[in-house]
């Protein structure tokens, strides 16, 4: 449950959610992600009003106007790494942008994981893969819930370095975490406790 909360990511920023478990963190990502709507206000994303769009417009904007980073990565098994990463583009567009996705997987330092299954990575790596794939279709936004939750903190950091450099290349970056030491990485810290947000 969310109370009154006001939130404006700019182009390039990179804004911090720090608040318990159970806070209202990741019901405010799910409402701007457009996964649940909100009962009353307006969430507006790179001119888009998601609460006027119909359901088949809010599929195809969860589809290219965000990008979803997830405590658990949420890799298809049986997938490659570089499937994993296309598997948005396919069912956005149908044409799979090949070029693309490897260079994304080149430039999270992962040049070796276009071919391997996910089994075959460390935790770091497929939830770099998981970032890669947040952004095949150029969203403006990339939401990261808990992102580091699940692995060890080298591993985390390298993560938190890459979401850091998403937003250093021009997107809205939004962290929930629960994390201070992950948070002092962002532009702004913002704190969510009882569905308020706060400074």
Same mark, same amino acid.
């Given at each position: 449950? @969310?109370?009154? $909360?006001?939130?404006d990511?700019?182009?390039?920023e ?6 318990r %478990?159970? %806070?209202?963190?990741? =019901?405010?990502? !799910?409402?701007?992600?457009?996964? &649940?709507?909100?009962?009353?206000? =307006?969430?507006?994303? $790179?001119?888009? $009003?998601l609460? *006027? @769009?119909?359901?088949?417009?809010l599929?195809?904007?969860? +589809? =290219?106007?965000?990008?979803f980073?997830f ?6 098994? /049986? ?26 997987? /080149?430039?999270?330092g @992962? &040049?070796?994981? $276009? *071919? ?15 970032? #890669? ?11 990261? &819930?808990?992102?580091?939750? !699940? ?5 985390? #950091? ?9 937003? %250093?290349?021009?997107? +809205?970056? @939004?962290?929930?975490?629960h994390? *201070?030491?992950? #948070?002092?990485?962002a &532009?702004?810290?913002? =704190?969510?406790?009882d ?5």
């Amino acid at each position: 449950m @969310l109370d009154g $909360a006001e939130l404006d990511v700019a182009p390039g920023e990179m804004v911090a959610l720090l608040g318990r %478990s159970g %806070s209202g963190k990741s =019901t405010l990502l !799910n409402v701007i992600g457009g996964i &649940d709507r909100p009962d009353a206000g =307006t969430v507006e994303v $790179a001119g888009q $009003a998601l609460e *006027r @769009l119909s359901e088949r417009e809010l599929t195809r904007f969860r +589809a =290219t106007g965000v990008g979803f980073v997830f405590q658990f990565f949420h890799l298809i098994p /049986e997938l490659t790494g570089e499937e994993n990463v296309l598997l948005p583009a396919r069912l956005a567009h149908g044409a799979p942008p090949r070029r693309a996705a490897r260079g994304l997987l /080149e430039g999270l330092g @992962l &040049d070796g994981a $276009a *071919r391997r299954l996910p089994h075959t990575m460390s935790g770091g790596e497929q939830q770099r893969v998981a970032i #890669a794939r947040a952004l095949v279709n150029e969203p403006p936004l990339v939401l990261a &819930d808990e992102p580091t939750g !699940n692995l060890d903190p080298a591993s985390g #950091a390298t993560v938190l370095e890459a979401l850091r450099a998403v937003a %250093s290349g021009g997107r +809205a970056v @939004l962290l929930a975490t629960h994390d *201070r030491e992950a #948070a002092a990485l962002a &532009d702004r810290v913002l =704190t969510v406790e009882d569905g308020r947000l706060g400074p």
